[in-house]
């Protein structure tokens, strides 16, 4: 349970987190931006990624990447993953100029414009021109892909990802193929290491962006400690994964954040605790 922060109104905003323990289980490389900002606010942080990014076994479409790319007009990136894993076959400044770009996420933005300049121009924006989309959904709402008829188009993704881009892109009549460029996996931790890691203390709040991630998690804790966290508040990033933490078992609060950025994930667990004391 949250334990409960009296007055919390008139807590400098430096201390409004400052009896949460935050269990943050996104990938290692993903943490520090959210810690920080968690941490500027008095909460104490405990890392526990539950999914490793690794490499993909390259194929000969991934090693002529350079050349493959340039048959296609359009290239979507579902994560910052698919854009660091995508640039390792390929260099930005031998892509063609006719090649547009859709992203999901600021984080996969920023990394996309870290590797093609002057890239707005070409970016595929949201109905309000953001160039932050935070989900399938909302890539799919782009005025850019509601006519793709004979466009051929490639998203990058890590193994497994999910399907609804191209499905829903196929049925606009679009060729799409998949370029998976990374895959996920459960990392190793030894029998004791969650336990060891809570000795000074449980979890008040659980950061989950991916049901992968909340499955390694339960996955690889003990039985009393997976009991435990059933009963913690959880803050999961869509309401699609709301339905599989259900099925995991967990009966505690669920903050669901607008958007999986860093700063959406603080406002949204910064409103959920200022919303219990009230």
């Not at 006519?147 to 399907?163: C, D, P, Y």
Request: glycine share 6%; hydrophobic share 40%.
């Amino acid at each position: 349970m949250v334990v409960p922060t009296p007055f919390l109104s008139n807590i400098s905003k430096s201390q409004q987190l400052s009896r949460q323990v935050v269990l943050n289980t996104r990938p290692v490389h993903q943490q520090a931006v959210l810690n920080q900002l968690l941490q500027s606010q008095g909460a104490t942080i405990l890392s526990f990624p539950s999914i490793e990014i690794v490499g993909c076994d390259p194929t000969e479409f991934h090693l002529n990447l350079s050349q493959n790319i340039n048959h296609y007009d359009i290239a979507l990136f579902v994560s910052r993953n698919a854009v660091d894993g995508a640039f390792k076959f390929m260099r930005a400044d031998e892509l063609l100029s006719h090649l547009e770009f859709g992203v999901i996420g600021e984080s996969t933005y920023q990394a996309l414009a870290a590797q093609v300049s002057h890239l707005t121009p070409r970016l595929i924006h949201s109905p309000n021109q953001s160039q932050t989309l935070y989900n399938s959904e909302g890539l799919l709402a782009a005025a850019k892909l509601q006519q793709v008829a004979g466009k051929n188009i490639i998203i990058f993704r890590g193994q497994q990802g999910r399907n609804l881009l191209g499905d829903e892109l196929r049925s606009r009549h679009a060729s799409v193929d998949y370029c998976e460029v990374y895959r996920r996996q459960l990392p190793y931790y030894e029998a004791n290491h969650y336990q060891e890691l809570c000795h000074q203390g449980s979890p008040t709040i659980v950061v989950f962006t991916s049901t992968e991630g909340m499955q390694n998690t339960m996955e690889a804790v003990d039985r009393y400690s997976y009991r435990q966290l059933l009963k913690t508040p959880w803050l999961l990033i869509s309401e699609r994964m709301r339905e599989s933490a259900v099925n995991l078992g967990h009966n505690g609060s669920i903050i669901i954040a607008k958007n999986a950025s860093d700063e959406g994930i603080q406002l949204a667990i910064t409103k959920w605790i200022s919303e219990q004391t009230v």
